[in-house]
């Protein structure tokens, strides 16, 4: 079996694809070139993050094609149901980068509560200058001890936020799209696990009036789920961190709400118009911003690759 991961797939899982008797290709292959490509190497399974589109097109014009595997969670540059309609299997990594998505998300908070982002701006321009007004200005921070976390979306990665959260000493709050019960398991280095209650809602309201500190962590949407009206249902001085997908919080709504006080501060991971964010996002004192680095950690590509070298093997048994 041919193996061609054009977005890159880590050490573990090119060990593990070997290990299992798979052949990798060394390529990386544009866009425009990967359907000759595959119908000359005779490529079995394509592997590949966001970078790489799996259209149609490819998909008709690949019949040697039988795995698409997306590295991540994500599969909006994947036409899925087309290709199972052909008989493809089309697999990804839900859970292997939940914890850097995770950690992630609280490096935004922590920076966002205690004034990092914007301090690491202005210490270099200011710092030997105005030192003491630059001290005074960033003193009204606040500890996550005791707030309420609010988690938008309770899959792998919404769940892997709330641990953090209970860890944290905070209060968590999860919506989701049918209210339920879930139970997540805090593990410690010694062995010992503690299990939480969480009883998700689906009223939007009622899940956004206490909120200090939001998550939101769902897959694409075809609309804002954050827009003016869920803006006007927040406290005054909430945080908010998207890690999910550029177009689920409508990023103009966001600017006004951060400039009447109704936002003590955001971050974003993720944007509208990526890779080319707006302008006025990216010179926004009350954004921390990162450019969409929410999985990439090596530990998250590790595990990444493993996952999906094993689920190739186990897919080849069954052929």
């Known amino acids: 079996m041919n193996i061609l991961a054009n977005d890159g797939i880590s050490t573990a899982g090119k ?10 290709l060394d390529a990386k292959v544009s866009q425009e070139q990967l359907i000759d490509f595959i119908n000359e190497n ?37 036409d899925v149901e ?41 210490m270099p321009l200011e710092g030997e200058t105005k030192f003491n007004d630059l001290k005074k200005s960033y003193a009204k921070a606040v500890e996550l001890q005791g707030k309420t976390l609010g988690v938008i979306g309770f899959g792998g990665i919404g769940k892997e936020v ?15 799209l049918n209210a339920r019960k879930e139970t997540i398991s805090l593990g410690f280095f010694d062995g010992q696990t ?33 827009d003016k009206n869920q803006f006007d249902l927040m406290k005054d001085g909430i945080y908010i961190v998207n890690t999910a997908r550029g177009g689920v919080i409508n990023e103009v709504e966001l600017v006004n709400a951060i400039e009447s006080g109704k936002v003590a501060g955001a971050a974003l991971d993720v944007f509208e118009n990526e890779p080319t964010p707006e302008l006025k996002l990216l010179m926004n004192p009350g954004l921390s911003l990162s450019p969409h680095l929410g999985g990439n950690t090596t530990d998250a590509q590790e595990k990444i690759g493993i996952e999906l070298a094993q689920q190739i093997i186990d897919i080849k048994k069954s052929l």
């Open 82 to 122: 087309y290709a199972r309609s052909k008989g493809i299997h089309v697999i990804n990594t839900p859970n292997a980068s939940s914890r850097s998505v995770a950690e992630m998300v609280f490096a935004h908070f922590f920076s966002l509560a205690r004034f990092l982002h914007e301090s690491n701006r202005m």
């Open 162 to 176: 709330g641990k953090m959260g209970v860890a944290m000493g905070m209060k968590v709050k999860a919506l989701t």
């Open 194 to 226: 503690i299990d939480f209650e969480i009883q998700t809602s689906n009223d939007m309201a009622d899940f956004l009036k206490d909120v200090d500190f939001l998550s939101i962590n769902t897959p694409k949407t075809n609309g804002y789920i954050i």
């Open 42 to 78: 005779q490529v079995d399974a394509l592997l590949v993050r966001s970078a790489t589109k799996v259209r149609k097109d490819l998909i008709d014009a690949c019949p040697s094609l039988k795995i698409i595997g997306r590295g991540g969670i994500g599969m909006d540059n994947i």
């Open 15 to 24: 060990n593990a694809l070997k290990e299992g008797g798979l052949e990798l």
